[in-house]
């Protein structure tokens, strides 16, 4: 059965610095998709950003950034700039490409203070 | 486009006492989901339907079940509460293509329901 871990369950950062949140996973599956979800005090689940495990290339979304290492198994997200906004649960989640449910690790919770 | 929303927000309950979360979607999309989010636990998997017609279980299925009325409604129904069942309930949708190429794939998740069981 896949799982996936969060080892950091709290972090903070100060405004306009970097974070990076780390997050590891268990599959013998070759394909898959991982993301990374956000999920501020008003309790929404927002996707930040998705990676297909066939693609080489980190994903990117604007001061969102990921750092796959397929064979580390190891998917870890990258805030640059980060902001008051930025404050929220993080979840990692994984999806095999013959499921269809997402698996979730415990979520980090980041905290951005000015 | 509404997306996902769901219904109530926020419910109490006696041990012992029944009620569905209602959960509808206006994107078109096939599969549906619910799941369940507890402190320390994150999310996990109560049941999903990855069609119309169709619904299997997930992780921690027991206490509960599933209708998919139609494509837009998945309810789900807790018989007899219990107080373990207290948590907060997201529902969420989509897509799925096995294409092994697309980008499909997002699940989108409603706004959740926070259930407490006295």
């Known amino acids: 059965a896949q799982t996936v871990t969060q080892s950091q369950p709290e972090m903070s950062v100060q405004e306009a610095e970097t974070v990076t949140l780390s997050c590891t996973y268990d599959?013998?599956?070759?394909?898959?998709?991982l993301f990374w979800y956000k999920q501020p005090p008003s309790r929404q689940m927002i996707l930040v950003i998705r990676q297909e495990a066939y693609k080489q290339q980190n994903a990117t979304e604007n001061r969102f950034s990921v750092n796959f290492q397929k064979a580390a198994k190891s998917f870890s997200l990258k805030i640059s700039d980060s902001q008051l906004g930025d404050t929220a649960m993080y979840f990692c989640a994984f999806m095999s490409q013959a499921g269809t449910a997402l698996i979730f690790g415990k979520g980090t919770t980041l905290s951005v203070s000015s | 486009n509404a997306g996902v929303t769901q219904t109530p927000k926020f419910q109490v309950l006696k041990t012992g006492q029944s009620m569905t979360l209602q959960c509808a979607q206006d994107?078109?999309?096939?599969?549906m989901y619910w799941y369940r989010q507890d402190p320390g636990m994150g999310l996990r998997l109560i049941y999903y339907s990855a069609s119309e017609g169709t619904t299997d279980k997930g992780e921690v299925p027991n206490g509960y079940n599933v209708s998919r009325l139609n494509k837009r409604e998945f309810s789900l129904r807790l018989e007899s509460a219990a107080p373990s069942q207290t948590s907060v309930y997201f529902c969420?949708?989509?897509?799925?293509?096995?294409?092994?190429?697309?980008?499909?794939?997002?699940?989108?998740f409603g706004p959740g329901t926070r259930l407490t069981v006295l």
């Open positions: 994107m078109n999309h096939n599969s």
């Open positions: 969420a949708s989509s897509e799925i293509s096995r294409s092994g190429r697309s980008s499909y794939n997002e699940q989108f």
């Open positions: 599959t013998s599956e070759s394909n898959y998709y």
